[in-house]
């Protein structure tokens, strides 16, 4: 099977998988973040652009939040389909490698990415969780699992950490501080540095009208 082929029939079994995902990761977060991957490696020398597109296809493939924590389900999954499609070893043990490492874990864990790919799967994932697709996805989550958009009287958000985040069913809003605005300092590539960045402001300028509104000041 050729390289393109491989790519469109991960692509097409992804497609199939989440095609009625309501846990943010619904096909339509695979396919910007296989674009953002794609735009992110362009700019960068040498990436391995099939594994590249298969780590990027397969990165959710099992959520560890959905398995207590575990990134192992995950991985295994990403192997055994890249095994039936015979793909050689050294692809799939670095696809499988960085599907079992790319996942946000906590404020104080950088995630292991020693790899070009890796890197670049990283950030992709990581923008997609930021600026206007990120705001959309924070209050779609909090949503679908019966947070408020906010609530003043839950922990001050300054200090707030991932433990705290663990204990409590904490507002959409409070999810800006314990992930999203931590990612843009996350970020290993060049492009991916600057796209953060910038999504990181809009993000900033959208709390600010946030919170003039929640006080009828605007
Ligand atoms: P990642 O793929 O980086 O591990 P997650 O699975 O943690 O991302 O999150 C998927 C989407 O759901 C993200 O856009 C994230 O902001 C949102 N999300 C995750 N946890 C929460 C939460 N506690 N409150 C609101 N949104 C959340
Ligand atoms: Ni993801």
Known sequence: MSKEEVVAKTAEFIKNKFA?????HDWWHMY??????KHIAAGEKG???????????????????????DTEPGAIA????????????????????????????SADTQNELDTLEGQVVHDADKLDAMGAI????????????????????????EN???????LKN?????????KLLILKDRMYTKTGKQMAKHRHKFMEDYLEEFYAEWDGKL
């Open 32 to 37: 910007r973040v296989w674009q953002l991957a």
């Open 47 to 69: 990436a391995d652009m099939l594994v590249v597109e298969l780590a990027v296809l397969l990165h959710d493939i099992a959520d560890h939040k959905l398995h207590g924590g």
């Open 170 to 178: 904490t507002s959409a809003v409070h999810h800006f501080y314990e």
């Open 78 to 105: 990403a192997r055994r389909w890249l095994q039936s499609l015979k793909v050689d070893k050294q692809t799939t043990d670095h696809v499988e490698n960085i599907v079992r490492h790319v996942s946000f874990k």
């Open 134 to 157: 990120g705001i959309a996805r924070v209050f779609s989550f909090g949503g679908a699992n019966g947070r408020l958009i906010y609530d003043p009287d839950q922990p001050p958000l």
């Open 20 to 24: 009625n995902d309501s846990t943010g």
């Open 160 to 166: 707030y950490n991932y433990e705290l985040a663990k």
